[in-house]
């Protein structure tokens, strides 16, 4: 299946279905000659591992991992072949997206039917022939049954791992048959293999949103080669490629649109549930949904690195960013297996020495112990809430990096925001026109000529608010700049310039009320220009950054969960303070990315800070703050920078974010509450006989099985604010 090499490795392992298994498998292939650098995703199904194959090999990785119980194997690169070396997207996108085989295939599927017909021949034989005879058949169907468990939990003693659900469940099993209990020893390894069976069921009911990422890529594409359309596998697509994409269609590969006009429905990408209008020069993603015409897009990047497998490989890959409550958890659970084994040893051993009570009472109750002591459901309780909220948030364009990440976002107690495409939309639009010669479409037609090849941010604004007009743009003549004060140009026979108040006011043309006008705009957080010729003064054109349409109501929805918000910015005091003022936030102006990274130290030391930036000029500030949040629809930056990415580009996914942490730190609560309290009540009723050997296993996973139901309830949760999830 794989060949050995110096190259780090990968497979796909199935068959793992809660924290233990993890922890089991990466426990047992570490200790192999020559293999260092072991990761084990749950979540994901991967193993991956460093080998020297000098010392170590693939067949023995691979032998240990199945005599463990697991299936597995190699990554796919996407082209049909197997290999091993690790590791690209198409790899992950590939893998992930393999299906799972029909449950009464997989090795826990064909244990439970299995142990399930020999416990009914049993019954059969007992009610058919003597009790003698129905005794030695329920012997014989605890013994069948219980093999393949014994198996596992000897290879993984012999891995150095005594303490295991395998091997507690063996001692429970064959324990019993001493003491005369094989009737509920043969139910006892039934309803084990129930559990585990439920345990699979709802771990590949938390990996299907991760498959549903996978899948939302078309698998093949409409690829231009001169006058032909030739159908090709999405995946073959490659940089700068031509691909035609008709309504209805999913858009094969992140690109460009280069001809067409047509709405395209983000929603299965970003969750954004209103088309965007996509023209040429506009962007679209890979999954992506075409609504209403013919798009001819050219391809950006490949598949391996589009934006649907960046997201499905950002979600595989934070498994191993663990929450500081899964790492606190997994240390408890060395110490705890041990000294659950110690106090079933007790209890089997001092009341029959030390009082003189029935042997077979006392060891029948220590039996129950063993089986109601494993941790599979505590163990599971943090890293299946954290996979669903990953899955969740993913589907609604928020990234959060793993569980620590969740875990400090949730603790979030004031939140920074920088301004320039952060709250505002980082371009300048006109706000106010003011016209005192002419009319406003005239005025707009002779500033637009002026500035039209002008390539300012304040020309290009002028330009489009002239286009949205319909206004008709004449030809200008003899442009030319003048720096630090404007632009001018011939338009007809007149010189016409676009200038600063200031520039204007040497003229004799500029009025006492023109700039008392420009400064009251000017207090409002806007720039003006003012358009003139040497005898006309003909208007005032005020522009401003805009705050984003959802920022006020965002800060709102902050303040109403008791967070404090800030905004930082380099921008001048005046437009900062309109700015804030308008969205009712405090704010710090005119500061250097090196004043942000000390204003957010400041914060850091009296609160849990979130930092929101367009992950680009703000490296700095969002590695500074406990929590970095990077804005950008599907940029590298904005993936792969900060400790969260937000590809909608709205502030309200910022309380999204918070809200989503909130919820999965409150459902860790809930299953740890759940997996302690039922393994306390039952361990006492153990002890005090009043629950037997097969109530015990049935508790044990149906904790497990409540954790990971209540685990996913975390994949219909909506972040958005106007959700009345909590």
Request: charged share 20%; aromatic share 4%.
């Amino acid at each position: 299946m794989a060949r050995d090499t110096g190259e780090q490795l990968e497979w796909r392992v199935t068959g793992m279905d809660c924290g233990s298994c993890a922890t089991k498998l990466r426990g047992a292939v570490e200790r192999l000659p020559g293999v260092s650098g072991v990761e084990v995703a749950m979540m994901a199904e991967r193993l991956r591992l460093d080998l020297d194959p000098q010392e170590g090999s693939v067949i023995a990785v691979e032998k240990t991992v199945r005599k463990l119980g697991f299936d597995l194997m190699a990554r796919s690169d996407g082209s049909g072949t197997d290999r091993t070396p690790c590791c690209n997207a198409t790899q992950i996108g590939s893998a992930t997206a393999t299906e799972t085989p029909a449950w009464y295939r997989s090795g826990k599927g064909q244990l439970l039917l299995g142990t399930g017909f020999l416990l009914v021949l049993a019954w059969g034989i007992k009610l058919m022939a003597s009790p003698t005879v129905g005794l030695w058949a329920f012997m014989l169907a605890t013994l069948i049954g219980v093999a393949p468990i014994a198996r596992r939990a000897f290879a993984m003693l012999r891995a150095g791992m005594p303490f295991t659900i395998e091997m507690l469940m063996s001692i429970a099993a064959i324990g019993a048959l001493f003491i005369g209990a094989a009737e509920e020893a043969a139910l006892v390894v039934f309803l084990f293999a129930v559990g585990e069976m439920l345990e699979g069921l709802a771990a590949n009911k938390a990996r299907d949103g991760i498959r549903a990422l996978a899948d939302l890529v078309p698998k093949t594409a409409l690829v231009e080669r001169g006058d032909v359309l030739e159908e090709v596998a999405a995946d073959s697509l490659r940089e700068g490629q031509i691909v035609v994409v008709r309504p209805g269609d999913r858009v094969p590969a992140d690109g460009a649109v280069i001809d067409g006009v047509s709405g395209v429905d983000e929603s299965p990408v970003t969750g954004e549930s209103v088309p965007r209008l996509k023209e040429p020069g506009s962007e679209v993603f890979a999954g992506s949904v075409n609504a209403e015409a013919v798009l001819r897009v050219r391809v950006s990047r490949a598949a391996a690195d589009n934006t649907i497998s960046r997201i499905i490989r950002l979600v595989e890959e934070v498994e191993s960013a663990r929450a500081p409550t899964e790492r606190f958890i997994d240390r408890f659970s060395r110490v705890y297996m041990p000294i659950v084994v110690g106090v079933a040893l007790l209890v089997a051993l001092v009341p029959p020495l030390g009082f003189g009570l029935d042997w077979n009472t006392w060891i029948y109750r220590a039996l129950a112990l063993l089986l109601i002591g494993c941790p599979c459901a505590l163990v599971i309780s943090v890293p299946a809430a954290i996979a669903s909220a990953l899955s969740a948030g993913a589907r609604h364009g928020l990234l959060l990096k793993g569980g620590a990440v969740i875990e400090a976002a949730a603790g979030t107690t004031h939140v920074a925001f920088d301004k320039t495409g952060t709250l505002t939309c980082g371009r300048p639009q006109v706000t106010d026109i003011v016209v005192y010669y002419g009319s406003e479409d005239k005025l707009l037609e002779l500033a637009a000529a002026v500035e039209r090849e002008s390539s300012h941010p304040l020309a290009e604004a002028i330009c489009t608010r002239a286009a949205d007009s319909g206004v008709d743009i004449p030809l200008a003549q003899e442009a030319r700049a003048v720096p630090g004060k404007g632009a001018s140009a011939k338009v007809g026979s007149i010189m016409i310039t676009v200038g600063s108040p200031r520039f204007a006011s040497e003229t004799s043309v500029m009025t006492e009320a023109a700039l008392a006008q420009a400064a009251k705009l000017e207090s409002q957080g806007k720039t003006v220009v003012v358009l003139f010729s040497e005898e006309i003064l003909y208007g005032l054109i005020a522009l401003r950054d805009e705050p984003r349409e959802d920022a006020a109501d965002a800060v709102r929805a902050l303040a109403r969960m008791g967070i404090t918000a800030t905004m930082l910015t380099g921008d001048n005091a005046r437009t900062a303070e309109a700015i804030a003022g308008h969205l009712g936030l405090d704010h710090h102006a005119e500061l250097m990315p090196e004043d942000k990274v000390t204003a957010l130290q400041a914060l850091t030391q009296s609160a849990q800070v979130m930092m929101v930036g367009d992950g680009i000029n703000d490296a700095p500030a969002l590695a500074t703050a406990q929590v970095g949040v990077a804005m950008g629809s599907g940029t590298d930056v904005a993936l792969e920078t900060a400790d969260a990415a937000i590809l909608r580009n709205r502030v309200s996914d910022v309380v999204g974010v918070i809200r989503l942490s909130r919820a999965t730190l409150t459902n860790i609560r809930q299953n740890v509450a759940v997996a302690l309290g039922l393994k306390g009540v039952f361990l006492v009723t153990s002890v005090l006989g009043m629950t037997g050997l097969w109530i015990a296993i049935l508790a044990d996973t149906g904790a497990t099985v409540l954790v990971t139901l209540n685990a996913l309830r975390l994949l219909s949760f909506k972040p958005s604010p106007a959700s009345s999830d909590s």
